[in-house]
């Protein structure tokens, strides 16, 4: 592989440490400090793990999970758990003193950063073949048409409903197929004197992560924040705002704060992730799901949270032997099964493995459908020029949102500051 050197690899660092910095875990959960397992080394030594996952110790299920993989693969794991951020800075810091951990599992929107850093390998190189992967997943961890991890599952967003609110306003869901028809819903929430919707439109990844089906479902792309689609999308959400079909809070609410508003039985909808099932099956009110629906029809693409088991580059290449058996172990049909029920929020990223959940947990077939529709951040070879584009348009959403600007001359700037930032 073409590697930067090392004085490339320091300079890429500390400006993918600032932009990475902006991208917040657009996954479900609590964050901490970090965890150790399987310290002392046996038969084929110890292998190195990174992951994100500080809320899962040592005795919980996903440690004994990783563990299980090691003893099948010969080796014992030492597993280190990090906040996201902090994993990625870390893990681009271990890349530049040339100590990287064996395997870590990376948020997708990362992988590209220490793949661009030169810190990866490619799954090509490794021997591993991503072809059953769905390409819609996989494409999230591509840069210049190499994969470089495989994505150990995948969790995405759609619209929960209080089906208490809509019974009572005359709302079926299944009438939900495009903007028209949801924004007729509201209207009769509206009218049964209930709140209508709440999501989350913070100055943050999570705003951009959650206005991404809004956009992507009127037909905007990345690259031109300010066109035509882009702003019926950003219309949208602040002519909800402007008429209290959405409150004014969703312009400070995080994805959790959003749910707490729907935990409270209020709102008749609000978009939230995979991670939220467990909480939403010990809601006070009986609960569903929609899909977010397309301007003009059809599901919506959402984006891809989630992360990739990646190969970082290794001075002792025998050492990829055993790593090969650990991702083996963790990516097969029933390994990734055992992902999705261990964290109660994972779909499976591949047909085979969506098959075999949906065996177990059939409730599970809405967020199947929306897994298998979504769309990596990063991809369209966008790689690290998304987090630029990200904070361009959360800032554009922000400023319409509150009336600073219109939805229009928001996204014009928008644009304007991400081809700025990217050099496109």
């Known amino acids: 592989m073409n590697r930067p050197s090392m004085s490339t690899r320091a300079a890429v660092f500390g400006t993918a440490v600032l932009a990475l910095s902006a991208l917040a875990a657009c996954a479900s959960a609590p964050q901490g400090g970090g965890t150790t397992t399987g310290a002392t080394a046996s038969g084929g030594g110890a292998y190195t793990w990174w992951d994100p996952y500080p809320q899962h110790d040592a005795n919980s299920a996903w440690a004994k999970r990783v563990n299980s993989c090691g003893q099948q693969a010969g080796v014992t794991i030492q597993r280190t758990a990090y906040d996201t951020t902090a994993l990625t800075n870390q893990a681009l810091l271990a890349g530049q003193e040339g100590n ?19 810190m990866l390998t490619t799954m090509s190189d490794f021997g591993l073949d991503t072809s059953r992967f769905d390409k819609n997943l996989i494409a999230a961890g591509e840069l210049d048409g190499k994969a470089y991890g495989i994505p150990i599952g995948a969790n995405t967003l759609a619209l929960y409903y209080n089906k208490k609110i809509l019974d009572d306003a005359g709302v079926d869901p299944a009438s939900i197929k495009d903007w028209a028809s949801l924004n007729a819903a509201l209207k009769k929430v509206k009218a049964a004197g209930k709140k209508p919707i709440t999501f989350s439109a913070i100055g943050t990844e ?219």
Do not use: H
């Not at 709102?267 to 799901?289: H, R």
């Not at 904070?391 to 922000?398: K, L």
């Open 206 to 424: 999570e705003g951009s992560f959650q206005f991404l089906p809004w956009f992507w479902g009127a037909g905007a792309q990345l690259t031109q924040l300010d066109s035509p689609q882009a702003v019926e999308a950003l219309s949208q959400w602040t002519t909800w705002v402007k008429d209290g079909t959405a409150p004014n809070s969703v312009i400070s609410n995080s994805q959790n704060t959003t749910w707490e508003e729907f935990l409270t039985g209020e709102f008749a909808f609000a978009e939230n992730g995979t991670w939220q099932i467990n909480s939403a099956a010990k809601a006070d009110f009986p609960t569903g799901i929609v899909q977010i629906p397309g301007k003009d029809g059809g599901v919506a693409p959402t984006p891809t949270g989630g992360e990739f088991i990646t190969v970082p580059v290794q001075k002792d290449t025998s050492r990829y032997t055993a790593t090969k058996k650990i991702l083996e172990c963790m990516t097969t049909p029933e390994g990734l099964v055992e992902t999705g029920t261990t964290f109660a929020y994972y779909i499976p990223s591949t047909a085979e493995g969506q098959k075999a959940i949906l065996d177990k947990e059939p409730t599970l077939k809405p967020w199947v459908e929306a897994v298998q529709s979504a769309k990596g951040r990063t991809s369209d070879n966008l790689g690290t020029k998304y987090p630029k584009i990200s904070e361009a348009m959360w800032t554009a959403v922000q400023k319409s949102l509150s009336g600073a600007a219109s939805p229009a001359d928001a996204l014009k700037e928008a644009q304007a500051q991400a081809k700025q930032a990217t050099g496109n």
């Open 100 to 118: 990287a951990p064996d395997v870590i599992l990376l948020d997708n929107p990362a992988v590209s950063t220490l793949a661009d850093a030169g």
